[in-house]
Each structure stands twice: as structure tokens, then as C-alpha cells.
């Protein structure tokens, strides 16, 4: 069963939960390609034209990371797909994402801008000088909708910070919203891989998830600005499992949450937004009337 936030005969506009891979996975794994044409075969109200030889056309037009939960477009037909592809290439879907940090950031609002290149070896990204072979250039706009004391949520450090974010992503890099928020100092709340880069006192996104050996210095495009002071993340960081002295307990969902979605109709040109409310987790702590 899937919750469909919008549908007709060249869309499906779906909210995937986290957990579910957002294209075809390997093996049993679940994922939403599947689901999608289970629905579109069995209950669609406008299903695309069906052959008994092939199961129905479901096009993957983004992508969001296994834990995230999140609105997400697919095509049904190629030349829809075509369309929406075409728009993320010119900029003209914007994606919004809700996201918890640990800690504040600097200014209440800004822009990041870093080059960030995919490790191959660990399936991760690193933030990197924008001379590097093969980096690509990463920016988004945040804004802070809230801040609030952890209290329980943090036993060793009740006093640390949380903040509620609201960010719009202007390009879509691997991982991009996390590696750039801990390369800046404010980590997501719940992400193991790229928040233990605080207590590493490495690069962010590095092969061990941490910052180099420039520690202190910004690299030429900025990053790194607003660290946390090192005491700081390290409790944030021994709240969850799996980090560098954790404490025992079941590791605590990704406080990320793409919330809002928004792109014109391939057919009619009619903009279309759909939008969810970001829920569980760390965002319990938050007042939800935030999000309007």
C-alpha cells in the first residue's frame, strides 16, 4: 500500500517512507518502483496502457537516500519522464526538505555553496576543494525555523541545541544535504555516517566520515565555518548508537524529511506542489504549525 498525494494518466506524486529504497532494489528489499506498479496494475484510477508482456512504465525522475521520508514524482509514460528529467536539469522543480541539526547555525538563514565528490570506495561524498577532479558544485539555501534545548532527547547534554531547519536544495548532489550541514558545523540529528565527522575532527564526508587534516581552515569554497565546538558534538554524538561512545539503544531515525515538492505538469504545464508534514523522531520536538 502506498499514499499517493497526486495522480493522473502521466504522473504519480507518492510520499515515501523511510526504510524503502526510492528506485528498483536488489533482492526482497522493498522499494517504491514496485510499489508503484502494484498500484498503477491493481488500483489505479487512471491507469497507464498495460501489456501483458511488460509490467507498467514507471519512471525514476530523483532519487531520495533509503532513510529519508519524503514526496517523490514518478513518470508513467517515457515522454512524461523526458520532461520532468529536463526540469530538474533546468532548475525548475524545487525540492524543500524539513531537517533537525544539532546545534545552530551561525546566521538564522544563508546559503551554502561547496564542491562535493562522490567516494566510490564508500559510497559516501566529501566536501572538497572545487579544483578536485570530479567535484561538483552543491548549493542550498536554509532557513531556522526554531531552536530548542535537547532536555530527554540528550541525557548527557539536555542543554545542547536543536535546531528546526527549513532548506531548499538548488542542485542534487549524493548525500548532499547532509554532508554539506556537517561540513558547516550543524550535523543531522541521527546521521551516523556523516555526524561522527564532529568528533573525528575530520573532513566531512571523508573515507571515516570526518574533516581533514585542514581542520581550522576553510577550504576555497567556504565550508566548515560554523563547527560546533568539539565538546559539544561529541555528546551529540553519544546519543545515538553506532557513534563514538555511544550509548546502548536503538539507533535514532535521520531527522531529514522531504517535505514539499513542486514541478510543472509535463502535459498541461500546470504547476503542481504537494507537501507532508515531517513527523517522528526528532521532530516531535518542534511545534508542526511551523510548517504552515
Known amino acids: 500500500?502506498?499514499?499517493?498525494?497526486?495522480?493522473d494518466s502521466d504522473v504519480i506524486v507518492v510520499e515515501k517512507p523511510a526504510g524503502v529504497e526510492s528506485q528498483s532494489a536488489r533482492g526482497f528489499e522493498p522499494d517504491m518502483v514496485s510499489r508503484i506498479r502494484t498500484h498503477i496494475h491493481k488500483l489505479s484510477p487512471t491507469p497507464s496502457p498495460k501489456s501483458t508482456?511488460?509490467?507498467?512504465?514507471?519512471g525514476v525522475i530523483h532519487?531520495?537516500?533509503?532513510?529519508?521520508r519524503?514526496?517523490?514524482?514518478?513518470a508513467k509514460n517515457q515522454k512524461s519522464a523526458a520532461n520532468l528529467s529536463a526540469q530538474i536539469q533546468e532548475g525548475k522543480m524545487r525540492k524543500i526538505y524539513a531537517a533537525v541539526v544539532c546545534g545552530k547555525p551561525v546566521d538564522n538563514q544563508g546559503a551554502y555553496v561547496d564542491y562535493l565528490l562522490k567516494n566510490q570506495g564508500n559510497s559516501g561524498s566529501e566536501i572538497v576543494d572545487n579544483s578536485v577532479d570530479g567535484a561538483k558544485r552543491a548549493e542550498l539555501t536554509y532557513r531556522v525555523l526554531s531552536t530548542v534545548k535537547a532536555g530527554r532527547w540528550m541525557a548527557e547534554n539536555p542543554e545542547m541545541e536543536l535546531s528546526l531547519l527549513d532548506i531548499e536544495l538548488m542542485t542534487g548532489r549524493y548525500h548532499q544535504i547532509r554532508v554539506q550541514m556537517a561540513g558547516h558545523g550543524t550535523p543531522l540529528f541521527g546521521d551516523n555516517r556523516y555526524g561522527n565527522s564532529l568528533v573525528s575532527g575530520k573532513r566531512a564526508g571523508a573515507g571515516d566520515g570526518g574533516f581533514g587534516e585542514d581542520q581550522g581552515k576553510a577550504p576555497e569554497n567556504g565550508a566548515g565555518g560554523n563547527r560546533m565546538d568539539p565538546g559539544t558534538a561529541g555528546s551529540c554524538m553519544k546519543y545515538r548508537a553506532g557513534g563514538p561512545g555511544a550509548v546502548r539503544g536503538p539507533r535514532q531515525p535521520l531527522a531529514l524529511c522531504a517535505r514539499k515538492l513542486t514541478f510543472f505538469h509535463p502535459s498541461t504545464g500546470r504547476e503542481i506542489t504537494c507537501e507532508i508534514k515531517p513527523s517522528g523522531g526528532a521532530f516531535g520536538l518542534f511545534d508542526q504549525t511551523l510548517f504552515g
Open 70 to 74: 519524503g514526496v517523490m514524482v514518478y
Open 63 to 68: 532519487r531520495l537516500d533509503k532513510p529519508v
Open 1 to 7: 500500500m502506498i499514499t499517493v498525494l497526486y495522480e
Open 53 to 58: 508482456n511488460h509490467p507498467p512504465y514507471v
